[in-house]
């Protein structure tokens, strides 16, 4: 049941946004399919075991329900700006928030801890596929200009795998980063110890032609938590990569410059910051409501992502107000007090690697909608629902 379930969510994941599912007049990723099937057959097996009672005590699960509450208070406090339609769409998204979010206590209760080593190792075999599909990406379709004309960014001679977007794959990359870096087999002899070493190449090379400074931010912070807290030989090597990727790249270069000299991407998301806190100032308390901003006339285009800002702290604060900013911080502080053993116990990898990859998904989505992206939203509440598994 457990390995079914971590199969139809991680196919979901592979697919990325190659196939879409249409409804509303809008599209969805195939994941959206393979976390309500998911959701549907976890839940019934918690409901027809009993499993489910003993979620009912932990804080993670009351932080999660009360964050839910005010994304939901939120879309009724703004019943009368929107068309019935409208309303119905953005509440069909809150409930797919409400079953990503399930994910955490599918897997928390449903997976057997027979099965977490099988996972850690499938965990690899997902980032490698994701970064070897971002290379065949690259060398055949280097660019998306057969979207140009629907608002794309060609995203020339980057490499964006599946997800169609360099920056989201490059974050995500950057989470599968940590993970590499703290799985360790066993033997160190061997295919299999050699296989390990590709698969960091592979992980880190593909982060490294995405060409975002998003995703080197966040993979920058995750290697440093990694390298302070447990593996203080790394510091030296990525440092030296570092050096190396801006002596010998010219595209590396730019986009470091970019930062400083403020190109195009730079001043797109100062002003789109400027929106999203204007928004917050017109709006403090619950926001315009929970995924209503397409609907708003006054929201800048955003192309693909017209359901954010370039921030998803921002996002949750114009969209669901100083309130719903404030428990999803509590949420999230929540669910890192509740893994933060795995910083002292070595065998708690997955503990370790969800309070890693929860600083770099904290600094990288200062920058970018990132948090709300639906494999990296899946794959967060996976880690948080196998580090409950691994503490118990």
């Not at 964050?67 to 879309?75: A, D």
């Not at 929107?82 to 399930?102: D, H, K, N, P």
């Not at 060398?139 to 004309?149: D, K, Q, R, T, W």
């Not at 490059?170 to 940590?178: D, E, R």
């Amino acid at each position: 049941m457990d390995k079914l379930l971590f199969w139809i969510i991680f196919t979901g994941i592979i697919v990325g946004q190659l196939v879409q599912i249409s409804f509303g007049g809008r599209d969805a990723p195939v994941l959206d399919l393979a976390v309500v099937i998911a959701v549907v057959i976890g839940g019934y097996h918690l409901l027809n075991s009993g499993k489910y009672r003993g979620m009912l005590k932990l804080p993670v699960f009351r932080a999660f329900w009360v964050l839910v509450g005010v994304f939901l208070i939120s879309l009724a406090a703004n019943l009368t700006n929107f068309s019935i339609s409208e309303l119905a769409l953005s509440f069909l998204f809150w409930l797919r928030f409400v079953a990503y979010g399930s994910l955490i206590f599918i897997f928390y209760r449903i997976v057997d801890k027979n099965s977490l080593n099988k996972f850690r190792q499938w965990l690899i075999w997902l980032f490698v596929v994701i970064a070897v599909l971002g290379f065949v990406q690259l060398g055949i379709f280097p660019s998306l200009e057969i979207g140009e004309y629907l608002g794309w960014d060609p995203h020339r001679g980057r490499l964006f795998s599946t997800f169609l977007d360099p920056n989201f794959v490059g974050v995500f990359l950057s989470l599968g980063l940590g993970w590499v870096l703290i799985f360790s087999p066993r033997t160190k002899k061997g295919g299999t110890y050699l296989g390990y070493l590709l698969a960091v190449v592979l992980v880190g090379s593909a982060i490294l032609f995405t060409f975002s400074r998003s995703a080197f931010l966040a993979a920058i912070i995750i290697v440093a938590i990694i390298t302070l807290l447990r593996r203080q030989q790394f510091f030296w090597i990525f440092l030296g990569i570092l050096i190396v990727a801006l002596a010998v790249s010219p595209r590396v270069q730019e986009r470091v410059a970019g930062v400083f000299a403020l190109d195009d991407t730079a001043i797109h998301r100062i002003v789109s910051w400027q929106e999203g806190l204007k928004t917050v100032a017109e709006h403090p308390w619950l926001g315009v409501g929970y995924n209503t901003l397409p609907f708003r006339e006054d929201t800048p285009a955003q192309g693909r992502s017209d359901s954010g800002f370039d921030s998803s702290l921002l996002t949750v604060a114009a969209t669901t107000g100083l309130l719903g900013l404030l428990s999803f911080l509590w949420f999230v502080i929540t669910a890192l007090k509740t893994t933060w053993r795995g910083i002292s116990k070595p065998q708690l990898t997955f503990n370790f690697w969800f309070i890693t990859a929860t600083g770099g998904l904290l600094v990288g989505s200062l920058f970018l909608n990132a948090w709300f992206y639906p494999p990296i939203l899946a794959l967060w509440f996976i880690m948080l629902g196998l580090s409950l598994k691994e503490n118990d």
